[in-house]
């Protein structure tokens, strides 16, 4: 096995459990139209799918335009209450203080679009300590492209062949692969459940956030 000098993560479903608080939202959303509650363990598989994939999943088909309508006014929502129940995963904490000890730089590249990955990651006490974050409008193509994992891999100053991407949707993995990265297939995440044969071929397999310090010894 190559040694580890960096490592990257995604963000929802890989860090932060954040299916509360983006089902909250989408409630909400279904409340203001006379709709019931969905519940959370149900909505989060749809979670890695961004808010278009929520809202396809957890409203009634409709036409383009009031679908845009819907966007606008779930993000705004979801944007004001982004980490009320959010919470980093069990034992992450763990995993970054390790790498801390260990000078090892992370990062984290997200598809989550920076007005909204700042905010949580101040609240999650993560700001001041990630090395790099490379956001789904930070350039011009996010994952699966693997632009953002490259980039990451340039603002940490570690060869991406040196580097660790973790992530729990079949995007990371693509991403990382076409980057050149060690990857890691987050199975406790959102998207698992998608990936098949080909991205866990040649991907570590993490169970459980406290997984990554095994990888690290």
């Known amino acids: 096995m190559k040694v580890i000098k960096a ?4 963000l929802d479903g890989t860090l932060v459990d954040s299916a509360p608080d983006l089902v909250a ?3 909400w959303l279904r409340e203001s139209v006379s709709l019931p ?5 149900a909505m989060s598989q749809y979670v890695s799918h961004g808010a278009v994939g929520i809202l396809r999943a957890g409203m009634p088909a409709t036409s383009e335009e009031q679908f845009s309508v819907w966007k606008t006014r779930y993000l705004q929502r979801y944007a004001e209450h982004s980490y009320r129940e959010s919470q980093l995963y069990h034992g992450v904490t763990e995993v970054l203080r390790n790498l801390h000890e260990k000078g090892i730089p992370w990062g984290i590249v997200t598809n989550k679009f920076t007005h909204l990955t700042t905010p949580i990651l101040a609240a999650a006490g993560l700001a001041g300590k990630v090395g790099c974050v490379v956001c789904g409008d930070t350039l011009e193509r996010p994952k699966p492209d693997p632009a953002p994992v490259l980039f990451a891999c340039h603002q940490l100053g570690i060869a991406p062949a ?3 991407f973790a992530g729990d949707d ?6 990382g692969k076409s980057a050149g990265t060690m990857t890691a297939a987050v199975m406790y995440g959102y998207g698992s459940h ?3 044969g080909s991205h866990l071929e040649g991907s570590f397999r993490i169970e459980h ?3 990554f310090l095994e990888l690290l010894e």
């Open 25 to 27: 939202a989408l409630n």
């Open 170 to 175: 079949v995007r990371d993995i693509e991403a």
């Open 209 to 211: 956030p406290l997984g």
């Open 194 to 196: 998608e990936f098949d």
């Open 162 to 164: 040196e580097t660790l």
């Open 37 to 41: 509650p969905l519940a959370t363990h």
């Open 7 to 10: 490592m990257l993560f995604d």
